[in-house]
C-alpha cells in the first residue's frame, strides 16, 4: 500500500447553484510534489482551501493520514500560500515573517533570517514589501508559509505571472525544499508544460471534477510518440505485433494499442494486419507534448481562455 499524506473521498463544494469540486478523489503520497493541473476556475483553489482547512466540504471528506492525531492537529502540520500572500505592505520581508513567527511562540532572529535565507530574500533589508516585485511578493509568501517547519507545503499558482527566470528560481527553490527537508508539497497550476519540470505525481481537474490522477512517469509515457492502432479486437493484433518483434507497446484497451518502438515499420505493420484478416479502423502516428495533452483531456480548444 502506498505511503499517502492526504487522501480526498468524493470531496465536493457546492456554492448556491454552482458545483465548484465534484466528487474530488486525489491522493499524496508522503515526499512527493504533487500537481494539481486545471484552466482558471476549475476548482483547484477550493480543493486547496477545503484540505487547508479555510472552507468546509459540502460533501464528501478527506483524511491527513501521514499525521498522528486529529484533523486539527494536522493542519498544524501544514504551510499554505493560497490566492494572495497575507503580506503587510507597509512592513519589511523581516518584520512580515516576525508576525507571524510571534504568533507561533517563535522569538528568535536567527529562525527569521534563515527562512529569508531559504526563499532567497537575505538582501531586501529596510525595503518595504509593498516595493517587492511579484516574485519577491511570491518568495515571501512561501517563507510566511514555512513558518511553524510544516511537513506539508500547498501553494496556489506560486508561478502564475512571473518571467521564465523567476519561474526557474520559484521552481529550484521549491525542488530544495522537498529533497533537503523532505516537504510534501501540493501546487496548483494552469502551465502544465511548467509544472512537469517538478512535480512527481499529477491531478488534471475541469470543471470541478478530477479527470485523471497519474505519476510523472505515467503521464510522459501517454505524450511519447506512437503507433496508435484501433480494431474490433485488440487481442488478434497482440500476435501478428510479437512476431515482428516489436518489444515496447502496450495494451490501452479492448480496441486501442499504442507502439512506441520502430515508428518508422509502421507500413510493414499494417500490411501484415491486413495479410491476417485482421480488420484496422486507424493506424497512424500520435505526438503530443504535455500541453497538447492537456488540452486533449480537458477538451479545451487551443486558443481558448477560461471566464471562471
Known amino acids: 500500500m502506498e505511503d499517502y499524506l492526504l487522501v480526498t473521498s468524493e470531496l465536493t463544494k457546492i456554492y448556491k447553484d454552482t458545483t465548484a469540486v465534484d466528487r474530488v478523489n486525489i ?9 494539481l493541473i486545471g484552466k482558471n476556475g476549475a476548482g483547484k483553489t477550493t480543493i486547496m482551501k477545503m484540505i487547508a482547512g479555510l472552507a468546509t466540504p459540502t460533501a ?6 501521514g499525521f498522528q492525531g486529529s484533523v486539527n492537529e494536522a493542519f ?5 500560500l493560497i490566492e494572495s500572500p497575507a503580506i503587510d505592505p507597509n512592513l519589511t ?12 511562540g517563535i522569538g528568535d532572529k ?7 535565507e531559504i526563499v532567497g530574500l537575505p538582501q531586501t533589508g529596510k525595503k518595504k514589501a509593498g516595493r517587492f516585485s511579484l516574485g519577491q511578493k511570491q518568495r515571501l509568501g512561501i ?22 527566470q523567476g519561474i526557474a528560481e520559484i521552481r529550484q527553490m ?7 527537508r523532505g516537504i510534501t508539497i501540493l501546487i496548483s497550476s494552469h502551465i502544465l508544460e511548467e509544472l512537469s519540470k517538478l512535480a512527481t505525481d499529477y491531478a488534471i481537474i475541469d470543471n470541478g471534477r478530477i479527470v485523471e490522477e497519474s505519476t510523472s512517469r505515467e503521464l510522459r509515457e501517454k505524450c511519447r510518440d506512437k503507433i496508435a492502432i484501433k480494431t474490433p479486437d485488440a487481442s488478434k493484433a497482440i500476435p501478428i505485433i510479437d512476431g515482428l518483434g516489436f518489444a515496447d507497446y502496450s495494451v490501452v484497451n479492448d480496441k486501442t494499442i499504442h507502439i512506441f518502438d520502430r515508428l518508422s515499420d509502421i507500413t510493414i505493420l499494417n500490411m501484415e494486419l491486413a495479410k ?13 507534448d504535455l500541453e497538447e495533452y492537456f488540452l486533449k483531456v480537458t477538451g479545451t480548444v487551443p486558443g481558448e481562455r477560461s471566464k471562471g
Open 110 to 116: 536567527q529562525y527569521i533570517n534563515n527562512l529569508l
Open 93 to 104: 520581508a523581516y518584520n512580515n515573517i516576525k508576525i507571524k513567527c510571534l504568533a507561533y
Open 27 to 35: 491522493h499524496i503520497k508522503k515526499g512527493s510534489i504533487y500537481g
Open 276 to 288: 491476417a484478416q485482421i480488420p484496422v479502423e486507424s493506424i497512424g502516428i500520435e505526438s503530443s
Open 174 to 180: 521549491l525542488s530544495k525544499l522537498n529533497q533537503d
Open 143 to 164: 517563507a510566511m508559509a514555512l513558518v511553524g517547519d510544516p511537513d506539508f507545503l500547498i501553494l496556489d499558482e506560486p508561478i502564475n505571472g512571473l518571467d521564465p
Open 76 to 80: 498544524s502540520r501544514i504551510g499554505s
Open 60 to 65: 464528501g471528506s478527506f483524511e491527513y493520514t
